[in-house]
């Protein structure tokens, strides 16, 4: 896929999944090595983006244990105090991405979903995408993550980066996006072979939002999070096409993909492309 920038007003939405940056099965457990060559991809890159990142081992076990995503339940002991606790290990995972940008001389800008987005029962609204919008003017990187949400009806839930990024798109209105890429630790999605009898699966390299309606998912085994899997994974994808943006799913544990991807490079990963 080629897309051209096509005015300076075009910008990247770059999601960087929790499983990929973090190990799920330890706690607060960073993958450091991946973590520092995104960053330095992103750096050398240095395209118009908003970056955004996913929970991993800092935001899901916490948000599990405290049933967040099911909102204001008193029979959860401690679940307030676990709401503020989930929301300290996001910012706290998130100050170590934003260190490492700013150790480059890179400036890039922690933007806390949970203060600029608010839910009313189903629906997300924000006053304050001019905050990222005018952050973009400056050339600075706004870096938002899956965070906590409260709820005007006095609950709250979970904001995943996903949800992040429909906001994003349906809200910015100064910037377009060109492209929305999802760097996880897998090439893309992988499809059963058309012949069933070849009992193999194959990456799907090339689809189209009405192929993703009865998409005939191979199983590997992937472990499913609070907020998706897989299966989640492709209900964003549907819900970001329906604003006509193309969106990318790219391998971040292979070697200098993400610097690709913002340079529009071939690479072997899944394009979803818009009719
Ligand atoms: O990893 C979830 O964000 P995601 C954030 O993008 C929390 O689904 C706090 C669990």
Not at 129 to 141: H, K, Q, S, V, Y
């Amino acid at each position: 896929m080629r897309i051209k920038l096509k005015n300076r007003n075009d910008i990247f939405l770059l999601k960087l999944g929790g499983s990929l940056l973090t190990d799920k099965n330890k706690p607060f457990s960073i993958r450091e090595d991946v973590i520092k060559s995104a960053v330095q991809q992103i750096i050398e890159a240095n395209e118009r983006l908003i970056l955004i990142h996913g929970g991993g081992s800092f935001g899901h076990p916490l948000a599990e244990k405290f049933s967040i995503s099911k909102g204001f339940d008193t029979s959860i002991p401690n679940q307030i105090l676990g709401l503020t606790e989930t929301h300290q290990s996001m910012n706290n995972f998130n100050s170590y991405l934003i260190d490492l940008f700013l150790e480059k001389k890179y400036p890039a800008l922690s933007i806390q979903a949970s203060s600029i987005f608010i839910k009313d029962s189903f629906t997300i609204s924000t006053q304050s995408i001019d905050i990222i919008e005018t952050a973009l003017d400056l050339n600075i990187l706004p870096i938002l993550y899956g965070d906590i949400i409260l709820d005007k009806k006095g609950s709250f839930s979970i904001i995943s980066g996903d949800q992040i990024i429909f906001e994003l798109c349906e809200n910015l209105k100064k910037y377009q996006i060109s492209k929305v890429v999802f760097v996880m630790e897998t090439d893309g999605i992988f499809i059963n072979d058309e012949d069933p009898k070849q009992k193999s699966i194959k990456l799907a390299t090339k689809l189209y939002l009405g192929d993703l309606e009865n998409i005939d998912l191979a199983d590997l085994g992937q472990k499913i999070d609070v907020t998706g899997g897989i299966q989640g994974k492709i209900n964003s994808i549907k819900e970001i096409c329906k604003y006509n943006i193309p969106v990318q799913l790219i391998n971040g544990l292979k070697e200098g993909y993400i610097f690709k991807s913002l340079k529009n490079e071939m690479i072997n990963c899944t394009n979803i492309l818009i009719n």
